[in-house]
């Protein structure tokens, strides 16, 4: 059954920006996709394609807030026309369905060009930073399968590596906003988002061990994975004098006593001397393992608050911790199960309840 899906374009102040045109991964030779079109040209068949305009020279015909049209289960056109002063070497895209949160967003094509030959390591487009700074393509957005609500793209490019949930991180452009609302328009009321049986190894000092984990993938990650995932970790395992700890990105050296080769960034690495690691507030919960399970709604979390502590004290099976991410985000990690010790293959085991 088709699903009706409104549509408008708006002129608008910013909440957020975009950018497109790709070289293949890391490469500086050419591009993926065609010469910018001039700015003046922008729908020239007269439809009704979502454009978004940011031009950093003149900005009195920017575009920055657009509504598509389309049908549930295809895809509806977007436009991107970014003039930029200085070079935008990377295109940072998000989907948000139905408020469940932003999320890295890569799954489509550009103009009939695989996307995913022109991606950076963390899922942003390499948008081939020495000849970028005028960009303009039509690129391709699903519409999922949906009752009622909103799909949400935002858009932002970047002068170097950014950060999928800190637009600001390295900003070029944007951000730039295009929403298709499907049926009335009205999202559900936003559960948490809810990981299981995540499991982190003690680290090894060659860093070849799964010992961080991000709340934003509910991946889990190696140490030595590096430059292109460390805005993505949130913090990290290690056992110590015979205990059990969580401690943040930012924190985890200090906290752990022991070096962990990839953590910290080399001097030839993109970025490093401004390379920043995640902050993540940890304290023990007075909420017991029922009312953990009990959370279903984003509110129920509202509770929690920032402690100023960013390494958990010794952590036991059954404990709850509350916590607050880098970027604001309240939750809930519960211990399910500790296999004790410091070599490569002794493990944590917990679940984590996260706002959206």
């Known amino acids: 059954m088709k699903k009706n899906i409104r549509s408008v374009v708006k002129s608008g102040f910013a909440i957020f920006a975009l950018a497109f045109m790709a070289s293949s991964c890391s490469s500086d030779e050419g591009s993926v996709f065609d010469t910018p079109t001039d700015q003046e040209q922008e ?43 200085n070079n935008q070497k990377r295109l940072y895209i998000t989907q948000n369905i139905s408020g469940s949160g932003d999320m890295p967003f890569n799954n489509f094509n550009i103009e009939g060009k695989d996307l995913k030959e022109a991606l950076k390591g963390d899922g942003s487009v390499d948008l081939d ?48 906003t295009i929403t298709v609302t499907v049926g009335n ?21 060659d860093g070849t061990t799964k010992s961080f ?27 110590v004098n015979d205990k059990a700890y ?42 017991n393992s029922a009312g953990f399970d009990a959370i279903i709604l984003s509110g129920e979390l509202n509770f929690v608050t920032k402690s100023t502590f960013q390494t958990t004290g010794v952590l036991a099976v059954g404990d709850v911790i509350e916590f607050v991410d880098n970027y604001g ?7 399910t199960e500790i296999q004790p010790g410091f070599n490569n293959d002794d493990y944590i085991v917990f679940d984590v309840k996260i706002q959206p």
């Open 129 to 176: 930073g020495d000849t970028q700074k005028a960009i303009d393509f039509t690129f391709e957005l699903p519409v999922p399968d949906i009752d009622n609500g909103e799909i949400v793209y935002k858009f932002w490019t970047t002068t170097g590596k950014g950060d999928f949930r800190d637009a600001t991180k390295r900003k070029a452009l944007g951000v730039g």
């Open 246 to 287: 969580f401690a943040s990105t930012a924190t985890y050296d200090e906290s752990f006593g022991f070096p962990v080769e990839g953590l910290k960034a080399e001097s030839t690495e993109e970025n490093a001397a401004t390379e920043t690691l995640n902050n993540t507030y940890f304290e023990l919960s007075t909420t």
């Open 329 to 335: 985000k309240k939750g809930l990690i519960k211990i």
């Open 213 to 239: 984990f991000s709340l934003l993938n509910k991946t889990v990650y190696r140490i030595n994975e590096g430059p292109e995932f460390r805005a993505f970790w949130d913090f990290g395992y290690y056992y």
């Open 185 to 205: 328009g009205v999202n559900p009321t936003a559960e948490v988002r809810s990981f299981t049986d995540i499991k982190l190894f003690a680290p090894a000092a």
């Open 43 to 85: 729908n020239p068949d007269g439809s009704n394609t979502a454009t978004l305009i940011i031009n950093e020279n003149d900005s009195s015909n920017d575009i920055l807030v657009a509504e598509a049209s389309g049908e549930v289960g295809a895809t509806v056109p977007g436009r991107i026309i970014y003039t930029s002063v």
